[in-house]
């Protein structure tokens, strides 16, 4: 999935302003200032979008789970360099403290049918034999799931 989208449709499940943005990237210790996180929110087709990195969009998340959740001993996490759906939606189950079962919940909401252990394969290490890929429809179905939920 399209780091810009993710980010403008997290943006916009938890309501946050340019000035909660820029909080939430100073927690992970990355400086941004309100044009560039404007030009990352701009819709796709405008010609002055830039792209989110996936370095970018990890210290985003990284900051919204100390945000959220506090920050844990050992100091600010390291963001990551390559991100993937799975890494994206562990870190977004973390920061809104969410189970299985009021994960489920929310992608039934949405839609979207799995089962529990179809849902912990998502979350396994990559190289375990039940370990499976999250795909865009799955993290897509997620977000719009938190829309539903948190937003309307």
Not at 81 to 104: C, G, Q, V
Not at 115 to 143: M, T, V, W
Request: glycine content about 6%.
């Amino acid at each position: 999935m399209n780091n810009n989208d993710c980010l403008r449709r997290i943006r916009y499940i938890l309501d946050f302003d340019d000035s909660k943005m820029i909080a939430i990237f100073g927690l992970a210790n990355v400086e941004t200032d309100r044009a560039e996180i404007s030009a990352w929110l701009k819709k796709d087709d405008d010609p002055d979008l830039v792209e989110c990195d996936d370095t970018s969009l990890a210290s985003f998340l990284n900051g919204l789970i100390i945000a959220l959740r506090g920050e844990k001993e050992g100091g600010v996490p390291e963001a990551e360099t390559k991100l993937t759906n799975n890494m994206i939606f562990m870190k977004l189950k973390i920061a809104l403290n969410l189970k299985a079962d009021e994960i489920l919940e929310i992608l039934a909401s949405a839609g979207q049918e799995i089962s529990k252990h179809e849902l912990s394969a998502f979350f396994r290490r990559p190289g375990h034999k039940h370990y499976r890929e999250c795909k865009d429809q799955i993290l897509r179905n997620f977000l719009k799931g938190l829309q539903i939920n948190y937003r309307d």
